[in-house]
């Protein structure tokens, strides 16, 4: 375990649980490495890459909580990966106009991939087509939660 220098008990805590289940994902992502490279299925490798390209990803994400959580304790000068939220209303003009404008985008998106995913009915159970749409959807649902977070972050 490291200590962190100046941590209070809280952020000492935080950084524990953070690192911990960081390792965690680190295990998984070998699992599903290991999976992808070594199975005989061309369609199984391809789906679990994608899963593994989302737990590479998740990885690098508790990498830079933990390594910001560090650094605010620390009060040091050093550049946090996750950068302060009271940056955001540096352009806070900007990011409001164009935070609408690609909200309605993702909007318009899915209602496309929606469609898609219909004329893709026949096929689904013969092919992963469909899945590739619905997965595009979820992400798309993932894209509309950052950009309401910050809209209302970049509002109050
Ligand atoms: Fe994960
Ligand atoms: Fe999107």
Redesign the pocket.
Known sequence: MTRIRGASVWEQGLYDHVTAHGKN?GE??KAYEELAASTDSPAFAYLARLILD??RR??QLFEDLAETIRTSAELSDEPCPIPDLALLKADRERILGETERFLAMERDDNKELERLAKDLKDVRNTTVWQLVVRLMQDDNEKHRRILEFIRDRTRE
Do not use: S
């Open positions: 994902e998984v992502l989302d737990e998740h990885h």
